[in-house]
Nanobody, 117 residues
Framework: DVQLQASGGGLVQAGGSLRLSCAAS?????????IGWFRQAPGKEREGVSA????????YYADSVRGRFTISSDNAKNTVYLQMNSLKPEDSGVYYC?????????WGQGTLVTVSS
């Protein structure tokens, strides 16, 4: 079974940094699964933050995080990272790791990020 284990969330002051990790298992490889990070703030819908294509490795960033967040992967560890710099209070929320293959989505359990002003 596909499993995605997200970690690295926490409390940070505005302007600070965090690095989220998503350890994938159960047959997930980054050349077969697109990997993405989503977030959900209280009372808001889940939104896409960043993603990495399985086809060509191209990267996607939401306008709100472009230039501040960086998605990367370590194939040897089967782990995807989201480096988040210059954090803002509006970046707060539960961050979820997502893997997608053949129009099927798999989700991790989420990790909470809280950015204080």
């Amino acid at each position: 079974d596909v499993q995605l284990q997200a970690s690295g969330g926490g409390l940070v002051q505005a302007g600070g940094s965090l690095r989220l990790s998503c350890a994938a298992s159960g047959g997930v490889t980054f050349d077969r699964y697109a990997i993405g990070w989503f977030r959900q703030a209280p009372g808001k819908e889940r939104e896409g933050v960043s993603a990495m294509s399985d086809a060509d490795g191209s990267l996607y960033y939401a306008d709100s995080v472009r230039g501040r967040f960086t998605i990367s992967s370590d194939n040897a560890k089967n782990t995807v990272y989201l480096q988040m710099n210059s954090l803002k209070p509006e970046d707060s929320g539960v961050y979820y790791c997502n893997a997608r293959r053949l129009a099927v989505d798999y989700w991790g359990q989420g990790t909470l990020v809280t950015v204080s002003s």
